[in-house]
């Protein structure tokens, strides 16, 4: 799964470390600036499920 996260680079690197807690990060591209926002971002995540998680 593809998922694309926006907000500030702190926004970002809370989402990548909660996404990280619950499935494996396949890859993360690098922050792209937002246009219609100049001081945030987009990040896309690729995720798979991890196999040791429990809801």
Known sequence: MRIRLEGN?????LGVIHLRQ???VT???RAFPNRSRPRNYRL???ITPR???RP
């Open 22 to 24: 619950i499935f494996t």
């Open 51 to 53: 196999k040791d998680h």
């Open 9 to 13: 680079r702190a926004e970002l690197t």
């Open 27 to 29: 890859s993360m591209s």
């Open 44 to 46: 896309y995540v690729t």
